[in-house]
């Protein structure tokens, strides 16, 4: 995989940018804050909005259990919680990604 890694604090805009720019087939989300219920969907509409539905869309970090449904209605293909094995990442991001 190359993995681009766009550093802290971006906003859904620059990394929906990226996204395009790169021509990601899969953005994975990191967030700790607690925002997820604000910024994921946004980033999701985003990505609608420029026609982007073949991205497939992870989330991570402090994810309560109650809000997985949700983040997985609105699009995301998987969220992985703290103490999920990089393993497991690995194997869904190569099984979702459809290989070209
Ligand atoms: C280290 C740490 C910090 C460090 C961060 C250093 C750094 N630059 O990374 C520092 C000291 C800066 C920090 C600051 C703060 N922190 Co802090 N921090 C932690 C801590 C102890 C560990 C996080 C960590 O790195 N874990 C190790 C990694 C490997 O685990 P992980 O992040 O969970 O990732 C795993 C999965 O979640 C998943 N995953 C995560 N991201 C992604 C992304 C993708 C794409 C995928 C596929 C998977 C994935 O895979 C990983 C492997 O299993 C957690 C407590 C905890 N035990 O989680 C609190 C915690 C995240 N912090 C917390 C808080 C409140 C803060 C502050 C707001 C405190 C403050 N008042 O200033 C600030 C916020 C700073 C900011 N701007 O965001 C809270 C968040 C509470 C919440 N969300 O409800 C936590 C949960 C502590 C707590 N229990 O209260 N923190």
């Known amino acids: 995989m190359e993995v681009i890694y ?3 604090h971006q906003t859904p805009e620059q990394i929906v940018e990226t996204v395009i720019q790169e021509d ?5 989300l990191s967030i700790l804050s607690g925002a997820h219920m604000t910024l994921v969907p946004r980033i999701v509409d985003l990505l609608h909005a420029q026609e982007i539905d073949d991205v497939v869309v992870t989330v991570g970090g402090t994810i309560p259990a ?3 449904p949700e983040l ?6 998987a969220v992985f919680t703290p103490g999920a094995p990089t393993q ?4 869904f991001i190569r099984g979702a990604v459809r290989a070209d």
């Open 6 to 8: 766009t550093g802290l």
């Open 88 to 91: 497991e990442i690995i194997d």
């Open 24 to 28: 990601a087939d899969a953005v994975g």
């Open 72 to 77: 997985r209605r609105l699009g995301v293909a």
């Open 66 to 68: 109650d809000d997985i």
